[in-house]
């Protein structure tokens, strides 16, 4: 399962990223997530894989909060970029193909919350 893998990583991560900067994984509550809509990833099934792999760990009960990023990508035509419908790579202003992606495959964690000390580190996916 797809999912499964990117939670253990997400673990891993997190927790590393914490422990690096002085903080304690067992203080995170939130961990707020990118994620592109041509990405792959079910947000849903992340979560519950998520909940999983946390158990456990330090990270248990920590929330997942998952930001949907849309697809963006830049149309030849029209020389700019422009909003895709999801998994069409068509421009939606004049029909075209649209061949070069800008957004839309990202998985990226972003800020990481702890308990005491509010919004911390920047977590590098
Ligand atoms: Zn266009």
Known sequence: MHELSIARALVQTVTDGVAERGGRPDQVTEIQLRIGVLSGVVPDALTFCFDIVADRTPLAGAALRIEMVPAR???????????????????????????????????????????????????PA
Not at 97 to 108: S, T
């Open 73 to 123: 990508g830049h149309c030849p035509a029209c020389l700019r970029p422009v909003t895709l419908a999801r998994s069409m790579l068509i421009c939606p202003n004049c029909g075209g193909p649209v061949p070069e992606l800008i957004a839309g495959r990202e998985l990226e964690v972003g800020q990481v919350v702890l308990a005491d000390v509010g919004p911390a580190a920047e977590v």
